[in-house]
């Protein structure tokens, strides 16, 4: 067999190209997120910073590379938007896909993704989104190239990860957090894991649609002790964050769930900054069956992308990520 | 002879939506210079006004040649001296010539003696004595250059248009600190000198405490180490700058004296440095931007006269639709906007009582006393009772006082620009 990437032969056994470096047993956006290209300034359309990153002509911060970030793996894609009300994009994304035993060109054996939120009233909480999705990423796709790969529990093992990661970036007076949702897809199953109020859906092409995951915030609790929802929402707290990943945090399990669809679709996650605007199941449902075709048969990357346009359209408040990752997963590598 | 500069900036960077006006605090903190290091060059003139009016009553010229005599001695060896008689013309008192002599004890002592036979005569003409000062420190480039002038009336003796063309060619040449004695001067016009000359002003309404004030004026000028400080700003394409201001150790206005110095850049003279700490607030106005946008809307340094770059600080400005952010207060920025207040308050309260407008000078001077009652100015409270008889501080509930002495009328005008560092949370 040949490496994907440079042609040259491969030892199904190695796990780098001899040649080339290319990992065999995994492909993956990179660590520190799929930085956008950097573009002209947005105050005045110039493209001369100071060493201090701001415009010599109009003062503008210089864009960052974050402000829009793209992944497409052909069996995953991605896109987050720093949106149109925000200075930063505190949302993460990483996603890949792993090879198993037989490495790269082989069939894939598993698609990773993952997306955190950082929480906006800490400092450096985009550092924490990264930092918290490139570590769990590391650990799903590390796990999922192996022969005794268990989903549920390398979902556990990546969220520690993540807390460790984010740990380090404590300091004295700031402790940097975020939300993490994940999902390992394989030919046949789907497991999410989530702490906080990213979520994962389930769109069938046939199939009933489904939200995969319950919000870990106060609104949600409430309602979950008895109260009504209406009551709940008046709460002065009812959009805060329950649980998360951060060095504060208490509860530090997530909630892991498996499932396996009977036919086919596509999962998505997203970041509040998208099912603000959709914020229930049948909206986002018909957002994405706005598309005549049946959601698995289109390609992830514009599925992302209709979504991502959707919500800045519809005003862009907050920062805005999905990943969308069809089921079953196919044969394909990274063509 | 580059001491260390620090600079802070105190502000709210975060803006509603729409907003333009960007304000900071900049503390700028001189450490390293002076005692340390043997001082850099330094050049002094004395001006002591010597007009005819100095005899009445006699004492007023007997203590400003006590003072000046005090002056001169402060001066270390190797400063370059001279003393100046101001009148309707400005001439040498010493040295005879046209220049300035290093100071030891034998120059100390005949500038002295000529000091002490100096006769008041003639009239009033503060544009000449600054002019003549300005000559005598051609050559001096790179010295601290300090004046001390000494006058007890009003420039009866030029236009006030020559006295402002005097201070456009002069000012930025050197610092003068400026000293009203007695009640006949013009606390107006002085201030007009001392700000422009970037230098401190008071009054001394007793001429017996003269003295201390002139050699303590003397002994900071020649504590400076840093000369022809200058502190540069870069704003923006499309914004305005409202103002610069030293509000600390006093007010002064510094907006008028920007020089252009590069592309969207410009410089005010800030003078010579010890070791010191004082506080400018910036206010410019910035294109509003979209929510979300984070931008630069000044860029500061601070330079010495060859250029140097001593320090430097950025302003920032991000829109935000985030009231819990947009709305917070800089303890810094409220409290110096609070002084200015005050300071004007005062000014034009005082300003509406000399022309008959008893209703306005009551309204500013009750807004004054309710301002000094509520950041804390002990010390202007005091003055303020003087003026007014104070029914409630808190309200500023006041009545103007029939007799008021004129010593105390100036006084308080004077000392309205010196303002009151702002307590550091938890600090010193
Ligand atoms: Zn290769
Ligand atoms: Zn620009």
Redesign the pocket.
Known sequence: MT?P????V?EPSHRF?E????NLRQTRTPVGGPLGAAAACRGCGGDSFGPDGFCEQCGHVRPSGRDRMMADLGLVAGLSDRGRRRSRNEDSMACGVAFGAAGQPGPASAVVAVVCDGVASTERADSASQVAADQAADILLEAAAQSDFDAEAATSEAVAAAFEAVTELKRADESPSCTYVSAVVTGTEVTVGWLGDSRAYWIGDALQSEQLTTDDTVVSLLIAAGISEEDALNDPGAHALARWVGADAEEREPHVRTCSPAGSGVIVLCSDGLWNYLPTLGSLDAAVRADPRPPSQRSPSDLVDALVALALESGGHDNVTVVAVPFPIGDGGTT | MTGQFQLEVFQNEYLPEGAAEVNAIITVTATGSGAAKPAGPAAEVIIMDCSGSMEMPRTKLDEAKRATRAAIDALRDGVQFAVVNGMDIAEMIYPKRTRLVAANASTRAEAKRAVTAVRADGGTAIGEWLRLADQLFIGHSGSVKHAILLTDGRNEHETPEKLDRILKEVSGNFVCDCRGVGTDWEVGELRKVATRMLGSLDIVAEPAGLAADFRAMTAAAMGKDVADVRLRLWTPQGATIKYVKQVEPSLVDLTGRRVESAARSGDYPLASWGDESRDYHLCIEVKPAAVGDRMLAGRVSLLDGDDTVLGKAQVLAVWTDDTALSTRINPQVAHYTGQAELAEAIQEGLAARKSGDVETATAKLGRAVALATETGHEDTAKLLAKVVDIDDPVTGTVRLKRQVAKADEMTLDTRSTVTKRVRKPGGS
């Open positions: 490496c990437r440079c042609g040259n491969v190209c040649e080339c470096g290319l």
